[in-house]
């Protein structure tokens, strides 16, 4: 398939596997290309990393004693805040949920629009388009970088070398780092770096994650989607003929012709393609796919081949969109001479988004709906009861209260379905004029408190019973229950 300065290095992966499964890596030489497409990916890509860099130094200010960061995970403080939600360790519950739709987001973004994830969105394509840009940037365009990489070493070639790996360098380093200012204090953090007085921590995570990003997008580049990545294989089973994909629609190319053959064809009454062979389309591939040979695991559908091509189409002035997005029923459709069809709204779409909206739903519920006070309750294992020598039963539990606000309240504690005449012992706790125990419990805090529930001999009747434990704010209307047991013998 080699055709042009370049080509011969630039032959698609999978032709290496054909000869030989371990054949050696054959470098992609991405060149330039314009359009929509890449003004598109242009965008989404300083969206992703602005975000990305730029998060941890947005102040919130939450109060005072607490983080002002809009996005920290407090580890030692055992929280997770973004902007006005606050995360507690009991509500990792969130989490999950935010996975699930997550999980469901890609199934339908691939339902609709094929790998869109990986052609756009993912971590490896963004950072392996940044590192490109800066190849670029120092040496060259394709032809250039093909020629550097085959004449001689000398001081240029190590200058543009050395100065590729030093602009990666710093990009890689400024990722790892981005990522350690979400879990401290990002101004302080990045001064404690600089100064060495950051924890080892910092600078293993930020070692461990500049060797990732130098490695997978300076190294690995395309390899990674190709034959590291799992979600190519996967993503198999989320698609349908409807999926709209990157599509060399053939039936317009074929038989593939210059300008001048083409002609010569015409006149002659004989069939021509749109496809002038020029192998733009696969100049400008950053994984070395030749589209034209139909849908392959190695097509990221980044959707720059469509650049390519429109620019040529448009040269000529021929109609565009002879790689386009399109979907395989209409790939068939077109053979038959029938109009395309375009369904995005299918059952299968129906129902991702369906369980998108009932998780997001779901989960926006219970966070808006959850008090800033609660109770856990832990009864005693052993034993589950103590008989007095009054006769009496003494049950043993641990509590945790919560206190999500800013500053301190006082919870007074009661238990609930306990037979008349039952006292609730709390240990170290002064109790109120009616003799229930109020509880302090500091700002942003819980406090954990040993419990007894003690049942007069008289009222037992010989039965177990469930109980509540209620706690309300003193002087406020806040309450917040848990439900536990109370084991007579
Ligand atoms: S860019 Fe278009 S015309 Fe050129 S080889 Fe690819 S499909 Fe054919
Ligand atoms: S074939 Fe086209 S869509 Fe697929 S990876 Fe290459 S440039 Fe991107």
């Known amino acids: 398939m080699a055709k042009g300065p370049g080509f011969e290095k630039a032959a698609h992966p999978a032709d290496a596997m054909e000869e030989n499964y371990y054949q050696e890596h054959i ?68 989490f999950t949920g935010l996975l699930i739709t997550a999980a469901f987001t890609l199934f339908l973004m691939t339902s609709v629009a094929g790998r869109v994830w990986c052609g756009y969105l993912c971590w490896q394509t963004v950072w392996t388009d940044l590192f490109l840009a800066v190849e670029r940037l120092i040496e060259g365009d394709r032809r250039e970088r093909i020629k550097l990489d085959e004449g001689p070493i000398d001081g240029a070639y190590v200058a543009k070398k050395v100065m590729k790996w030093v602009a990666w360098l710093v990009i890689a380093v400024a990722t790892g780092g981005a990522w350690v200012l979400y879990f401290s204090d990002a101004p302080t953090l990045v001064k404690n770096v600089f100064t060495g007085q950051a924890p080892f921590i910092a600078y293993l995570w930020i070692g461990i994650l500049t060797f990732t990003t130098y490695f997978f997008a300076g190294y690995m580049r395309e390899q990674t989607c190709i034959y590291v990545c799992p979600w190519p294989r996967i993503q198999a ?74 620019s040529i189409m448009t040269k000529l002035g021929r109609e565009t969109g002879l790689i386009a997005y399109d979907t395989p029923v209409n790939f068939d459709r077109r053979r038959e001479g029938l109009a395309p069809v375009y369904k995005i709204v299918r059952p299968r779409t129906i129902l991702y988004a369906v ?26 294992r052993n034993p589950l009861y103590v008989q007095n020598s009054d006769g009496s039963v003494r049950n043993g539990y641990t509590i945790r209260l919560l206190n999500r606000v800013g500053h301190e309240r006082h919870f007074i504690l009661a238990v609930e379905g306990v037979p008349q005449g039952a006292r609730l012992e709390v240990v170290g706790i002064d109790h109120n004029v009616d003799g229930n ?37 003193q002087g406020g209307r806040e309450t917040a229950t848990a439900k536990d047991f109370f084991k007579a013998p």
């Open 237 to 310: 089973a989320m698609t349908d003929e409807f999926a709209l994909n990157v599509t060399y629609r053939n039936d317009r190319g074929e038989p593939r012709a210059s300008v001048k053959e083409a002609k010569k064809l015409k006149a002659a009454g004989q069939p021509a393609g749109d496809c002038v062979d020029c192998y733009q389309c696969v100049a400008v591939c950053p994984t070395g796919t030749d589209i034209r040979l139909g849908s392959q695991l190695s097509c990221i559908q980044c959707g720059l081949c469509i650049d390519a091509c429109t």
């Open 27 to 94: 470098k992609v030489y991405p060149a330039a290309v314009q359009g929509t497409v890449r003004k598109v990916k242009w965008a989404i890509l300083i969206a992703l990393l602005s975000i990305y860099y730029v998060m941890p130094f947005i102040r919130w200010d939450r109060g005072p004693g607490l983080p002002d960061q809009a996005v920290l995970a407090d580890l030692p403080g055992r929280r997770f805040y973004f902007f006005f939600i606050e995360i507690w360790p009991q509500e990792v519950y969130y």
């Open 437 to 473: 125990p109020v509880i302090h419990v500091g700002p942003d805090r819980t406090r954990e408190v040993r419990a007894a529930v003690i049942v007069p001999g008289a009222e037992l009747k010989g039965r177990s019973s469930d109980v509540v434990f209620r706690i309300t704010e």
């Open 355 to 380: 369980l998108i909206v009932a998780v997001t739903g779901f989960m926006a519920y219970t966070f808006l709906s959850r008090g800033n006070a609660g109770v856990n309750v832990l009864h005693d």
